[in-house]
T-cell receptor, first 109, second 116 residues
Framework: GQSLEQPSEVTAVEGAIVQINCTYQ??????LSWYQQHDGGAPTFLSY????GLEETGRFSSFLSRSDSYGYLLLQELQMKDSASYFC??????????FGSGTQLTVLP | DSGVTQTPKHLITATGQRVTLRCSPR?????VYWYQQSLDQGLQFLIQ???????AKGNILERFSAQQFPDLHSELNLSSLELGDSALYFC???????????????FGPGTRLLVL
């Protein structure tokens, strides 16, 4: 089976940097994705790591270490609008996407 | 706006009833995925269709069924509804068939179902 574990909550202040970790247990691994979801809204794609290393997209970066079954999402220069839930997601099989339970990020002024 | 549309936005019904949720994928996307999100279960993959054919099944109950039509819109049918079926139901679409982590899935705004 497959499971992805993330912290349930993270709190940080505006302008700070925050890291949201994701550890997984799986076989047939294809990579790790990150999605953002604001309260009551639709999840939106943030990033994908197919290989080990860091992927940067603006203020957001995502890292993957397949040997450690570990990844993280790094958010820099936090803004109030970044307050949301963040999900890591990985495939259970070639066609399925399994989501972690989500991390609720609260950005304080 | 992801380009994925879902109707209705809200649905209130009673236990034992049957409802149909509708999804139209982004223009050009051939895959449609259905997810259920409840407070205690997170986002759960239900089923995927690609160009009209079922491609993958997740934790979908036998009381639930789905189909994708020739115009690529999809419907999720929920029958013999129970209180525990109350949740947000999301549809997502992607261009291809893989459903892999690397292929971006675009989510619709969801249908909030409340079973009383």
């Amino acid at each position: 089976g497959q499971s992805l574990e993330q912290p349930s909550e993270v709190t940080a202040v505006e302008g700070a940097i925050v890291q949201i970790n994701c550890t997984y247990q799986t076989s047939g691994f294809y990579g790790l994705s990150w999605y953002q979801q604001h309260d009551g809204g639709a999840p939106t794609f943030l990033s994908y790591n197919a290989l080990d290393g860091l992927e940067e997209t603006g203020r957001f970066s995502s890292f993957l270490s397949r040997s450690d079954s570990y990844g993280y999402l790094l958010l820099q220069e936090l803004q109030m609008k970044d307050s949301a839930s963040y999900f890591c997601a990985g495939p259970r099989a070639a066609r399925q996407l399994t989501f972690g339970s989500g991390t609720q990020l609260t950005v304080l002024p | 706006d992801s380009g994925v549309t879902q109707t209705p936005k809200h649905l209130i019904t009673a236990t034992g009833q049957r409802v149909t949720l509708r999804c139209s994928p982004r223009s050009g996307d051939l895959s449609v995925y259905w997810y259920q999100q409840s407070l205690d279960q997170g986002l759960q993959f239900l089923i995927q269709y690609y160009n009209g054919e079922e491609r993958a099944k997740g934790n979908i109950l036998e009381r639930f069924s789905a189909q994708q039509f020739p115009d690529l819109h999809s419907e999720l049918n929920l029958s013999s509804l129970e209180l525990g079926d109350s949740a947000l139901y999301f549809c997502a679409s992607s261009v291809g068939d893989s459903g892999r982590a690397g292929e971006t899935q675009y989510f619709g705004p969801g249908t909030r179902l409340l079973v009383l």
